[in-house]
């Protein structure tokens, strides 16, 4: 395996493993979180020796345990997956099925099947998570009881997209997406002040793409055995990052925030 599928692959088992973890503490945000890492990865991470491939088919087993407990957790009323919307059948489709069917094919086992999937599929983005404008509504009712004004967090966010692009010019692409997070979640406190339902959704989708990408930064860095101020630093301004997006979130669903 090369360096650049040996990285993916073991980034994608960490976060697996993390992601079973938080899913069987009921922590299901951060499971689904942990899973976009997962995939993102395993995206990187194809091809490969039969060392690459057990490798995947532990990541997939584990991703499949941690998806089965979300799947089994409560609906959560507030968030709203865009979907795609399935076309009608026309009358042409809709043919009626022959009375003897054929026997199927047995199908392989799971675990092969999975590890050939992962090989033969294309990866998918996973769809963006919205609020609801009664969520977005809930969240800017708490903004407003904290004093904050929707003008200052447009200043704020300002200075921090500026540090972000001088950040990217500097080519420091870690210190970019952390003032770009924090840009974001000035976005979508402003957005959700003033009542703009599409701009804050927008802003929140690429929010958590942001915390994501600081999420794996984080794991890479305790996986790799970077210096201790390397994983501290890392490590505190994912916990930020969560914080603050579990504080949206509680807003939202009216629970109050400690």
Do not use: C
């Amino acid at each position: 395996m090369n360096d650049t599928l040996k990285t993916a692959l073991a980034t994608a088992v960490t976060a697996a493993t993390e992601a079973l973890e938080a899913a069987q503490q009921d922590r299901f945000t951060e499971a689904r979180e942990l899973l976009s890492i997962v995939a993102e990865q395993l995206a990187l991470g194809e091809g490969g020796n039969a060392a690459a491939a057990a490798r995947r088919k532990k990541i997939l087993r584990l991703q499949a345990e941690t998806q089965a407990l979300i799947d089994a957790a409560p609906v959560e009323t507030e968030l709203v997956e865009a979907a795609p919307v399935e076309p009608e059948p026309t009358e042409e489709a809709q043919v009626e099925a022959p009375v003897n069917l054929p026997l199927l094919t047995p199908l392989p086992p799971v675990a092969d099947a999975a590890a050939e999937l992962a090989d033969k599929a294309p990866r998918k983005a996973a769809a963006p998570i919205y609020l609801t404008p009664e969520a977005w509504g809930r969240v800017a009712l708490a903004l407003r009881a904290q004093g904050i004004d929707a003008g200052e967090q447009d200043a704020v966010a300002d200075e921090h997209d500026a540090a972000a692009e001088y950040a990217s010019i500097e080519r420091n692409t870690y210190a970019a997406k952390v003032a770009q997070r924090v840009a974001l979640l000035d976005r979508v406190q402003a957005a959700a002040l003033r009542g703009e339902v599409d701009v804050a959704n927008t802003a929140w989708d690429r929010l958590f793409d942001v915390v994501t990408a600081l999420r794996i930064s984080e794991l890479n860095a305790r996986r790799k055995g970077a210096d201790e101020v390397e994983q501290a630093e890392k490590l505190a301004n994912y916990t930020a990052a969560r914080e603050d997006s579990l504080r949206i979130r509680q807003w939202a669903r009216s629970v109050q925030a400690a």
